[in-house]
C-alpha cells in the first residue's frame, strides 16, 4: 500500500466550478498534512496546511481533515485558468519522521 | 524574506561523472531536505540535514549523499552518475527539523545525465 494515494486524473473544470482533489494516506498517526500546487516546470509551492479534522479555508482554497478516515482533501472553489496545475498532497509519517507526498493530480480549468 | 536558492539550475552531466548541487535555506531556517522528483517515481524523500547533523534518509543508494554547513547551507553530491539519475533535485527548507515542520522548496535543480 502505498503512503499516500491521490485521485490520478487529469481533473477537467470548467472555469468558475469547483474543484475536488482527495487524497488516503496509511500511517495513521500522521498529523501534518500540506497540500502543494505544481506548475509545469516549476517547484512545488505551498498552497496550505492542516493539523486538525475539520475544515480549514484560504482564500478560495478548503482543506478538509478526517483523520479517522485517514483522508484530507482540498476544494477549490470558482477555478481560474490560472489554478492549472498539478496538486500534490503531502503527509509527515512519523515513523520515518519524512514528509511523503502523493503523485499528483493535474487539474485543468476549461476556460 | 527571500526564498530558498538552489545552485546551478539546470546541468548536464556524462555517466560515471560525480555532480554537487548547492542549497541556500530561507534566511533563519535551519532544517533542510532534499527530493529526487522524476515523472514515474513522483517526489521522493532523499535526506533531512538539521544542525549540520543527518536526521533522516530516505531509500536510495550510498552514491547519494549531503551535508550541511553551519550557516544552514546544503550540498548533496551524487556519485558515479547513471542514467535514471536525470531528475529534478529539490531543496525545502523548514525552521525547524522533522516532518511536521512546513517546508518551502526552491526552485530546483534539473541533472540531465547522458
Partial sequence: QKEVEQNSGPLSVPEGAIASLNCTYSDRGSQSFFWYRQYSGKSPELIMSIYSNGDKEDGRFTAQLNKASQYVSLLIRDSQPSDSATYLCAVNINADYKLSFGAGTTVTVRA | KAGVTQTPRYLIKTRGQQVTLSCSPISGHRSV??????????L????????????????????????????????????TLELGD?????????????????????????????
Fill in chain 2, 44 to 79: 521522493q524523500f532523499l535526506f533531512e540535514y538539521f544542525s549540520e547533523t543527518q536526521r533522516n534518509k530516505g531509500n536510495f543508494p550510498g552514491r547519494f549523499s549531503g551535508r550541511q554547513f553551519s550557516n544552514s547551507r546544503s550540498e548533496m553530491n551524487v556519485s
Fill in chain 2, 33 to 42: 531536505s532534499w527530493y529526487q522528483q522524476t515523472p514515474g517515481q513522483g
Fill in chain 2, 86 to 114: 536525470s531528475a529534478l533535485y529539490l531543496c525545502a527548507s523548514s525552521l525547524e527539523a522533522g516532518s511536521d515542520a512546513t517546508q518551502y522548496f526552491g526552485p530546483g535543480t534539473r541533472l540531465l545525465v547522458l
